[in-house]
């Protein structure tokens, strides 16, 4: 059996958790000046030996997953959320468009690591579905109106219509701004949920 623990996790783990932090957070800032830093690169905007840097994260692969956004939440529709499935939604989808606006650096990064080959990453990264989540959220109200399998499709669609990947089209092949992407990432959410309630036609009845 491994008995192995990680570095950071044994002894001083107080200091170690504030280095492992400072590189975290160095990188993070390395990303959002346009660069895809190696833990050489990181270790030297943190002012950390290089010896050190490589204690914490063995590759570039596993320092740029570690900088990838954390976000625990696990609905972003706030204290005393609407009840309409609408409004819920669109409190969703403004959320959801701040948080990517605020680390596109770090999600363009993940989506492109995503992309390439290596080793898997199941719970890593894009992966995750935190998104698909907040989604689900925003839709309980629809729970008995739609099917489970109408509501999840629903969920899917809305998700393919947002997100770093819709941003990234949205601006870098359509050409469109940040300001115009988010309007109409937020008016495709919309209109696949009036399309998905209006094409329900509810369970058949036997004859």
Same mark, same amino acid.
């Given at each position: 059996?491994?008995?192995?623990?990680p570095?950071?996790?044994?002894? $001083?783990?107080?200091?170690?958790? !504030?280095?492992?932090d400072?590189?975290?957070?160095?990188t993070r800032? *390395?990303?959002g000046e346009?660069?895809?830093?190696?833990?050489?690169?990181?270790?030297?905007?943190a002012?950390?030996? !290089?010896?050190?840097?490589?204690?914490?994260?063995?590759?570039?692969r596993a320092?740029?997953?570690a900088?990838h956004?954390?976000i625990?939440?696990?609905?972003l529709?706030?204290?005393? +959320?609407? $009840?309409?499935?609408?409004?819920?939604?669109?409190?969703? *989808?403004?959320?959801?468009?701040?948080?990517?606006?605020?680390?596109?650096?770090?999600l363009?990064?993940?989506?492109r690591?995503s992309?390439? +080959?290596?080793p898997?990453?199941?719970?890593?990264l *894009?992966r995750?579905g !935190?998104?698909?989540?907040?989604?689900?959220?925003?839709?309980?109200?629809?729970?008995?109106k739609?099917?489970?399998?109408?509501?999840? $499709?629903?969920?899917?669609?809305?998700?393919?219509?947002?997100?770093?990947?819709?941003l990234?089209?949205?601006?870098?092949?359509?050409?469109?701004? !940040?300001?115009?992407?988010?309007?109409?990432?937020?008016?495709?959410?919309?209109a696949l949920?009036?399309?998905?309630?209006?094409?329900?036609k509810? %369970?058949?009845r036997? %004859?």
């Amino acid at each position: 059996m491994d008995m192995s623990i990680p570095y950071e996790r044994s002894g $001083r783990t107080r200091q170690k958790l !504030r280095t492992r932090d400072a590189l975290v957070g160095a990188t993070r800032t *390395l990303i959002g000046e346009g660069i895809t830093p190696t833990v050489e690169d990181a270790a030297a905007r943190a002012a950390i030996s !290089r010896t050190t840097a490589y204690r914490y994260f063995p590759n570039q692969r596993a320092l740029l997953i570690a900088a990838h956004p954390e976000i625990d939440r696990t609905s972003l529709l706030g204290v005393h +959320p609407p $009840r309409d499935p609408s409004a819920r939604l669109g409190a969703v *989808l403004e959320e959801l468009i701040r948080i990517t606006l605020e680390t596109e650096p770090q999600l363009r990064l993940a989506l492109r690591l995503s992309l390439e +080959p290596g080793p898997s990453q199941p719970d890593s990264l *894009l992966r995750r579905g !935190r998104a698909i989540a907040w989604i689900e959220d925003a839709l309980t109200p629809l729970l008995g109106k739609l099917t489970k399998r109408e509501l999840r $499709r629903l969920v899917y669609a809305i998700r393919s219509a947002g997100g770093i990947e819709a941003l990234v089209w949205l601006t870098d092949v359509a050409g469109l701004s !940040r300001a115009e992407a988010a309007e109409i990432m937020k008016w495709s959410a919309q209109a696949l949920l009036r399309s998905a309630v209006a094409d329900h036609k509810g %369970p058949k009845r036997k %004859p």
